[in-house]
C-alpha cells in the first residue's frame, strides 16, 4: 500500500504564496508520476499541476499556469507545489496523487492509484 500525506496548506491574502508539500511512504516502488488536484465547495476535483516520474517533465491546468510550480525529490518521495501570486479562486482542498507504475504526466484523474486525504487552502480578497 501506499501512504500520501499533505502538508502546507493554509491561509493567505491574495497575491501571496504557499509551498505545499506530499511525502509518499509504503511500496511506491521507483515508477511513478505525481500530481496535485483541487476541490473547491461545491465544484468537481480538478487538475492542477503534473510531473514526471523524473521531473523532467510537467503540466499545468491553464488556470494555474505561470503562477504554480510542481517539483519532486525523489530521494525524499516528496512532491510540492509553490503556489504564487494566489487568488481567491485558488480556494479549494488540494490533493496530491500518484500514478502507478507511469513514467509520463497524466491530467486524467482516473490514471492515479492513490490519494491523500487533502490540505485546505484558503486565499482571501
Known amino acids: 500500500q501506499v501512504q500520501l500525506v499533505e502538508s502546507g496548506g493554509g491561509l493567505v491574502q491574495a497575491g501571496g504564496s504557499l509551498r505545499l508539500s506530499c511525502a509518499a511512504s509504503g511500496r511506491t516502488g521507483s515508477r511513478y508520476a505525481m500530481g496535485w488536484f483541487r476541490q473547491a465547495p461545491g465544484k468537481e476535483r480538478e487538475f492542477a499541476a503534473a510531473i514526471s516520474m523524473s521531473g523532467g517533465y510537467t503540466d499545468y491546468a491553464d488556470s494555474v499556469k505561470g503562477r504554480f510550480i510542481i517539483s519532486r525529490d525523489n530521494a525524499k518521495n516528496t512532491v510540492y507545489l509553490q503556489m504564487n501570486s494566489l487568488k481567491p479562486e485558488d480556494t479549494a482542498v488540494y490533493y496530491c496523487?500518484?500514478?502507478?507504475?507511469?513514467?509520463?504526466?497524466?491530467?486524467?484523474?482516473?490514471?492515479?492509484?492513490?490519494w491523500g486525504l487533502g490540505t485546505q487552502v484558503t486565499v482571501s480578497s
Open positions: 496523487a500518484l500514478a502507478s507504475l507511469r513514467r509520463l504526466t497524466t491530467t486524467l484523474k482516473d490514471d492515479y492509484d492513490y
